[in-house]
């Protein structure tokens, strides 16, 4: 039986007296993996902290897992990476290892065995394991990235939000990252959003398409998205060609 992972309801954001997303609709299942899609200043990072529980709604509500915040039992069940990975303290004095740890968030899961266990997956993972014990601060942006990457999936979590992931990658590491997520979503149902301005190339990874404009403009599959007329008439055909040439 498939779950209802986030929904959202009659949502209505402002920031002072400016609406930034308007009655926002839509219903996200277990295992589905959203292309979070829109131009700058659309809502997608509003509608993210929304989704967390970190901006109260003028109106309406999203859940997630059932529940309008995030509560301390499903915390563990998200992970999360921020755009801005750029505001972390650079000279916060943290090893790589240690950071990817604190992804950890259980008593139970960060039991030592089972969290340097999972850590070395990590690492090994993204391909970082020769610098685990050097200080996130002496680290690449691209490098940086991957660390943040590695603790947001070090917990194993139910729903994955990431905003820009593969930004700061270079291209054989974002290639086996895409090919992490997708083993994660089709093999362990993990549920995956993801905010991008790749709105060409998501096609190839994500099952469904929400594409923002401080309101819903579509949200579907891919095939549901290609047939619209609707949609050619928004993007135009050129465009609307372009991403379901590489949907297919």
């Not at 219903?27 to 509003?46: A, E, F, H, M, R």
């Not at 309406?60 to 972390?88: H, S, W």
């Not at 391909?127 to 014990?133: F, G, Q």
């Amino acid at each position: 039986m498939s779950i209802v992972i986030v929904e959202s309801k009659g949502l209505h954001v402002k920031l002072g007296m400016l609406p930034v997303l308007s009655d926002v609709n839509f219903c996200i299942w277990q295992g589905d993996y959203i292309g979070l899609v829109g131009p700058n200043g659309s809502g997608k990072s509003t509608l993210i902290k929304c989704i967390l529980g970190l901006l109260r709604p003028a109106s309406g509500f999203v859940t997630l897992f059932g529940n309008e915040a995030l509560v301390m039992r499903d915390r563990e069940k998200v992970g999360y990476l921020p755009q801005r990975i750029d505001l972390f303290n650079p000279r916060f004095p943290s090893t790589v290892a240690e950071i990817i740890s604190q992804g950890l968030i259980s008593a139970k899961k960060a039991g030592r065995e089972y969290g340097r266990a999972q850590t070395d997956k990590m690492l090994d993972i993204l391909e970082i394991t020769d610098i685990r014990n050097r200080l996130i601060g002496d680290l690449s942006g691209g490098q940086q990235q991957r660390v943040f990457i590695a603790r947001a999936l070090v917990n194993e979590p139910e729903l994955l939000i990431l905003d820009e992931p593969a930004g700061a990658l270079d291209p054989e590491t974002r290639d086996n990252f895409f090919s992490l997520l997708k083993g994660l979503n089709e093999k362990k149902r993990v549920t995956i959003i993801m905010v991008t301005h790749d709105i060409g190339g998501i096609g190839a990874y994500a099952s469904k398409l929400l594409y923002l404009d401080k309101k819903v403009i579509f949200f579907g599959g891919f095939d549901e998205f290609c047939m619209s007329e609707n949609m050619a008439h928004f993007f135009g055909s050129d465009s609307q060609h372009i991403i379901c040439h590489k949907h297919h």
